[in-house]
Each structure stands twice: as structure tokens, then as C-alpha cells.
């Protein structure tokens, strides 16, 4: 065990030592993190309930549109302010005529006006087109119980509305979602994304690189003269990529609390846990890519390809939520798919430790398959 220590150590200690690493470790993965935990937010207003903007334009010259305007407000439906909201463009627009109070006095069927303005925003405008329905039929429910409460042949006045409106609703419909965020967005999402991807992608090429460059020029069999066993300088090498994985994970766990406020509270242990084996994982691999290829600048571009397929595939730059149903089976065939899965799971749906109990065996399956595989192949 001192050996497998003192070899994870030396190896840590040079992979530090390189300014590069310093790059490909903090700068480049900071910078990913805050593009896409920028990018990713889906538009104004919360992301699992929707509110776009909308075009109101009250015409009427009497007090029915004013209410109705209300109505339409209480449904979610808001109305950007020209001057300082120039870049939420609204979706729709919804026209109250000058006459709609009168003609409703008359007793004559009126038309509100609505209109898609922007038909790539056929989602939202759907959405909009909902809201609209729900306050006309709240509309015409609050006229008919003002008019019986005012007598036949009236019409009910604005405070009358009022009044119906400020009584408490005899029947409550409580909805809410089964998860609080459906789709994981924000730095929510990018911060573990980013970090599978790059701790996979670090520890393949730094590990495949260093151990195909140290066969080539000796170092492998200067050390085997010495008191050191196969067994643990294949550990020792492992081990030494953990613990780079670790620093990484460390300093971006701490970033994301602290700078880009990610909700880790109460599951920081079980996001830990995952990381920390799926760094094993990622180790492993890369010793053992190591093992297999000869010469180091044929591993790096191998272990690039590799971990940007697995981080491609495992859902690092796009949620497995969004995904459909065949791609989901085909993340769930590589580490970062698990990793994700479980990181998802505790971060943005705030599920408990116990729910990634199925990921952490499977991610520990891989890595105990992957230092096997190491072991095996590891040549000197």
C-alpha cells in the first residue's frame, strides 16, 4: 500500500507541475460552465411553468376591458415594457375593441382579437392561446353571477365585478409537478455536465498520454528494478489520476456553491460520491488506454474522440429529459450517462442519495472492470 501511495503522489505531484494542466483542469472547464449555465435557461419566467410575453392593446372605452385586462394578468399572461424589455419580443397579441363593453351591454356577441406574432414560437403561443380561453371563460362566469346578483335587466358595474371577483372560489384546483424542474437547466445543468466531461477527458488523456510516453522512453521498466510490484504500479497510476480528479472536483464543487450558487445543499455527500467514483472510472480507462496504445500522440487523439463521444452521448451538453426514448438506452451504455443520471437526480430534482444507489454500482461495476482490464494489459 506505501508504494501505491508513494507512486499516486510522484504522479500527481509532476501532472501539477505542468501549466497546461492548470488549463485543462480550471480555465477551460470554468469558461464552458459559465457559457452554457449562461445559454442554458429556457427564455423568461420559470422554466417548468412558462410565462412569454403579450401584446395587450385595451381599446374599450368602458370598464369591462380594463377587468378583463386583469383577468388575463391573473393567468400569467404579462406585457413587456417597450423601453426595457426590447429583447422579449411578445409572442402574441390580444386586441380589446372599443365597443366590447358597450355590445355586451346590448346584449351582442363580441370579439376578442388574438394574434400570433411569432409563429416559431408555436409552443408558447399554444401556452398563450390556453391562458386567453381560461380568463374569457372566467370573464363571462363573473358577468352571469354579478347580473344575478344585481337583478334582471342590469348590467354589472365594475366594482360589481369586483366584489364577485374578491369572493373566495367555492371549488380549488391545487395543481403541482411531480418534480420541481423537468428539464435541468442553468448551471444546474452545466456545472455537473461540464465536469463529467472534462474530469473523463483529463484523466484519459493524461493518464493514456503519461503511461504510453513513459513505456516508450523507459521509465516503466526503470522502475520495475525497483522493490515495486506490477500489481501496484498499475494502482499507484490509478491512483495518481484520482487524486488529480479529485482536485478538480473540489475546486469546481466549491466554484458552484459559492460563485455560480448551484443547489447542492443537503446531497453534497451524494453528489461527492459520484464524482468520486466516476473519477475512479474515468482513471482506469485511462491507464488502461494507455496500456493498449504505443504511441502517446495516437492516445490523445484517441481519448479526445472518446470522451467527447461518451460526453455527447451521456448527455454532458444536452439533458437526457430532452432526449428521446432510443438515446436515453444508448447513455445509459456508457459512465457518463450513469453519472448524469444520478447527478441530475440529486441537483436539479433533489432526490436523496438513495434514488442513485443503481448508478453508483453500476459506475463502480465499470471502474473495478476497468482496473481489471488495466491490470491485464498494462505492459512495460
Request: with cysteine; glycine share 10%; aromatic share 8%.
Amino acid at each position: 500500500m506505501k508504494r501505491i501511495l508513494l507512486v499516486g503522489h510522484n504522479d500527481l505531484r509532476l501532472f501539477l507541475k505542468s501549466r497546461t494542466s492548470f488549463i485543462w483542469l480550471f480555465v477551460i472547464p470554468l469558461m464552458f460552465i459559465g457559457l452554457m449555465g449562461t445559454l442554458a435557461r429556457y427564455g423568461p419566467g420559470k422554466t417548468e411553468n412558462r410565462f412569454p410575453p403579450v401584446l395587450v392593446e385595451d381599446h374599450d372605452t368602458g370598464h369591462v376591458g380594463g377587468y378583463f385586462v386583469d383577468l388575463l394578468a391573473a393567468q400569467g399572461l404579462w406585457r413587456p415594457d417597450p423601453e426595457k424589455d426590447k429583447t422579449n419580443k411578445p409572442v402574441c397579441g390580444i386586441r380589446i375593441p372599443a365597443d366590447f363593453t358597450a355590445r355586451l351591454q346590448a346584449r351582442q356577441d363580441t370579439n376578442v382579437e388574438y394574434t400570433v406574432l411569432d409563429p416559431t414560437r408555436a409552443a408558447d403561443a399554444m401556452l398563450i392561446e390556453a391562458r386567453v380561453v381560461r380568463a374569457l371563460v372566467t370573464l363571462n362566469s363573473h358577468l352571469l353571477e354579478a347580473s344575478a346578483a344585481t337583478g334582471p335587466g342590469t348590467f354589472p358595474t365594475g366594482a360589481a365585478l369586483q366584489a364577485v371577483r374578491a369572493k373566495p372560489d367555492p371549488v380549488i384546483l391545487e395543481a403541482k409537478y411531480e418534480n420541481p424542474r423537468q428539464v435541468p437547466t442553468g448551471f444546474n445543468f452545466s456545472l455537473p455536465g461540464n465536469l463529467v466531461n472534462f474530469l473523463m477527458m483529463n484523466l484519459l488523456i493524461f493518464g493514456g498520454t503519461t503511461v504510453a510516453a513513459h513505456r516508450r522512453n523507459g521509465t516503466l521498466r526503470r522502475l520495475m528494478t525497483l522493490p515495486v510490484r506490477r500489481g501496484e504500479l498499475v494502482a499507484g497510476r490509478i491512483f495518481g489520476l484520482w487524486l488529480l480528479g479529485l482536485v478538480q472536483i473540489v475546486f469546481f464543487l466549491l466554484v458552484g456553491r459559492f460563485v455560480f450558487h448551484v443547489n447542492l445543499g443537503a446531497n453534497l455527500p451524494g453528489v461527492a460520491l459520484v464524482l468520486i467514483v466516476f473519477a475512479w472510472v474515468a482513471a482506469a480507462l485511462g491507464v488502461l488506454v494507455g496500456s493498449v496504445l504505443d504511441a502517446p500522440d495516437r492516445v490523445a487523439g484517441v481519448c479526445v474522440f472518446a470522451s467527447l463521444m461518451m460526453a455527447c452521448l451521456g448527455g454532458c451538453w444536452f439533458p437526457l429529459e430532452v432526449m428521446p426514448d432510443w438515446m436515453k438506452v444508448v447513455a445509459h451504455c456508457v459512465p457518463t450517462g450513469w453519472a448524469m443520471d444520478a447527478l441530475n437526480h440529486l441537483i436539479t430534482f433533489g432526490h436523496g442519495t438513495g434514488t442513485v444507489v443503481t448508478p453508483l454500482l453500476v459506475l463502480a461495476g465499470c471502474a473495478i472492470a476497468a482496473t481489471a482490464a488495466a491490470a491485464k494489459f498494462f505492459r512495460v
